[in-house]
């Protein structure tokens, strides 16, 4: 499932990442990569804010809809 129906304050781990490959190196770039675990912060009209590794990223809703966890 995407990351998009995580709630805010729940920890899930990326098990595939989708999309076209300049979006998943760019994912993968900013610490999204499989096996990884991630905190949704905060959720505001879809889009994101979550915290991987030691950063906290905001994404859209259509990038977060390429994580799945």
């Given at each position: 499932?995407p990351?998009t129906?995580a709630k805010a304050?729940?920890?899930?781990r990326?098990?595939?990442?989708?999309?076209?490959?300049?979006?998943?190196?760019?994912?993968a770039?900013?610490?999204?990569?499989?096996n990884t675990?991630?905190?949704?912060?905060?959720?505001?009209?879809?889009n994101l804010?979550?915290?991987v590794?030691d950063?906290?990223?905001?994404?859209d809703e259509s990038?977060?809809?390429?994580?799945?966890?």
């Amino acid at each position: 499932m995407p990351l998009t129906i995580a709630k805010a304050g729940e920890t899930a781990r990326i098990k595939k990442i989708t999309g076209k490959d300049e979006v998943r190196q760019h994912l993968a770039e900013l610490g999204f990569v499989v096996n990884t675990d991630v905190t949704v912060i905060n959720k505001i009209a879809g889009n994101l804010i979550v915290q991987v590794k030691d950063s906290r990223i905001a994404l859209d809703e259509s990038m977060a809809m390429r994580i799945m966890i």
